[in-house]
């Protein structure tokens, strides 16, 4: 079966075969993922968020969302949640003292 135009010549040249470009994700899916990752980051990533909150700004907004920040990082505490965050970032400055040291 001879090949299409779009499959001899794509309009992309980033070296991906046409075979593999048709397997890909639709935006729908795209979404899903995206919106999956974005629950994973705030479940687990949830004690940078008042941090983030705090340099904001200085209007109503602002502080009605420092304090939902504050709230939403305190309910992952207590589910135990921000335990792999706190790993991770013990880990990172346990590697980044030991790098120093030497």
Same mark, same amino acid.
């Given at each position: 079966?001879?090949?299409?135009?779009?499959?001899?010549?794509?309009?992309?040249? &980033?070296?991906?075969?046409?075979?593999?470009?048709?397997?890909?994700?639709?935006?729908?899916?795209?979404?899903?993922?995206?919106?999956?990752?974005?629950?994973?980051?705030?479940?687990?990533?949830?004690?940078?968020?008042? &941090?983030?909150?705090?340099?904001?700004?200085?209007?109503?907004?602002?502080?009605?969302?420092?304090?939902?920040?504050?709230?939403?990082?305190?309910?992952?505490?207590?589910?135990?949640?921000?335990?792999?965050?706190?790993?991770?970032?013990?880990?990172?400055?346990?590697?980044? &003292?030991?790098?120093?040291?030497?």
């Amino acid at each position: 079966m001879p090949l299409s135009r779009n499959e001899r010549a794509p309009l992309v040249t &980033d070296a991906i075969p046409p075979a593999l470009r048709q397997r890909g994700a639709n935006q729908r899916q795209m979404f899903a993922m995206c919106l999956a990752g974005a629950l994973v980051l705030a479940c687990f990533a949830s004690s940078d968020t008042p &941090d983030w909150a705090e340099r904001l700004g200085d209007s109503s907004f602002d502080h009605q969302l420092r304090s939902i920040a504050g709230a939403w990082d305190s309910a992952m505490e207590t589910l135990g949640l921000t335990g792999p965050h706190e790993a991770l970032r013990a880990a990172m400055h346990r590697v980044l &003292d030991w790098r120093w040291s030497e």
